[in-house]
């Protein structure tokens, strides 16, 4: 392989990565309109989209052994290989947990997963998760350090709010068991989504400077 096809290789394994991003963000921008507005083609577009995360995943991890059989990578090289490995799991997981949303909204329906009363703390959740996929894909784009870390302090917002949500589910809660078990649920994978962005964010850091630092 020249160094020109290598060249190119490498950019290719970075734009997967970069779609891989766009998929996320869509999936939990259409998950939460699925959960918020009780929209059954919202959550059945998520759950078949979720093929094409997979997808891209595959893609990424057979594109690593020809790079590693055919050029020898320099350091930056290979952080860059080794980052995209454990990237590409990270976004491949984003979409299973939008997809994971998705269903709790196809079981209910159409019998909504969001009394009145969580409608507030749910929408802030939808709200920064679909911020931090934005920023999740910037960061892929730019590798700027400073909104990398930046993205830790939108991750602390998503923990606040499960934390809400939680002690909402354990006061007087008159909506039922199933109704705060589902909740329960879809807050962890709301904030199980960031903490996932955050783990993107560290290895763009990694990649940056070879240290992690977030």
Same mark, same amino acid.
């Given at each position: 392989m020249s160094r020109s096809s290598y060249d190119e290789q490498l950019d290719r394994l970075t734009g997967v990565l970069a779609t891989m991003s766009r998929v996320a963000a869509a999936a939990i921008r259409g998950a939460s309109t699925a959960l918020l507005d009780v929209d059954r083609d919202a959550a059945e577009a998520v759950v078949r989209g979720d093929a094409v995360l997979n997808r891209l995943r595959d893609?990424?991890? $057979?594109? @690593? /052994?020809?790079?590693? @059989?055919?050029?020898?990578?320099?350091?930056? %090289?290979? +952080?860059?290989?080794?980052? #995209?490995? +454990? @990237?590409? $799991? %990270?976004?491949?997981?984003?979409? %299973?947990?939008?997809?994971? *949303?998705?269903?709790?909204?196809l079981m209910r329906h159409p019998v909504t997963?969001?009394?009145? /009363?969580?409608?507030?703390?749910?929408?802030?959740? #939808?709200?920064?998760?679909?911020? *931090?996929? %934005?920023?999740?894909s910037l960061v892929l784009a730019t590798r700027d350090q400073v909104d990398a870390m930046q993205l830790g302090l939108d991750d602390d917002e998503v923990d606040a709010a499960q934390a809400r949500l939680l002690a909402m589910l354990v006061a007087s809660w008159p909506y039922g068991i199933e109704t705060a078990i589902d909740l329960a649920l879809v807050g962890r994978y709301y904030e199980r989504y960031a903490d996932h962005a955050v783990n993107v964010a560290r290895q763009v850091v990694y990649l940056v400077t070879g240290t992690i630092r977030l």
């Amino acid at each position: 392989m020249s160094r020109s096809s290598y060249d190119e290789q490498l950019d290719r394994l970075t734009g997967v990565l970069a779609t891989m991003s766009r998929v996320a963000a869509a999936a939990i921008r259409g998950a939460s309109t699925a959960l918020l507005d009780v929209d059954r083609d919202a959550a059945e577009a998520v759950v078949r989209g979720d093929a094409v995360l997979n997808r891209l995943r595959d893609d990424v991890e $057979a594109t @690593i /052994p020809e790079l590693f @059989i055919r050029q020898q990578p320099v350091a930056s %090289d290979l +952080r860059l290989v080794l980052c #995209a490995i +454990r @990237i590409a $799991a %990270d976004l491949e997981r984003m979409g %299973d947990l939008a997809v994971h *949303i998705a269903k709790v909204v196809l079981m209910r329906h159409p019998v909504t997963v969001v009394p009145p /009363p969580a409608v507030g703390v749910l929408t802030e959740m #939808a709200v920064a998760a679909a911020r *931090i996929a %934005d920023k999740t894909s910037l960061v892929l784009a730019t590798r700027d350090q400073v909104d990398a870390m930046q993205l830790g302090l939108d991750d602390d917002e998503v923990d606040a709010a499960q934390a809400r949500l939680l002690a909402m589910l354990v006061a007087s809660w008159p909506y039922g068991i199933e109704t705060a078990i589902d909740l329960a649920l879809v807050g962890r994978y709301y904030e199980r989504y960031a903490d996932h962005a955050v783990n993107v964010a560290r290895q763009v850091v990694y990649l940056v400077t070879g240290t992690i630092r977030l």
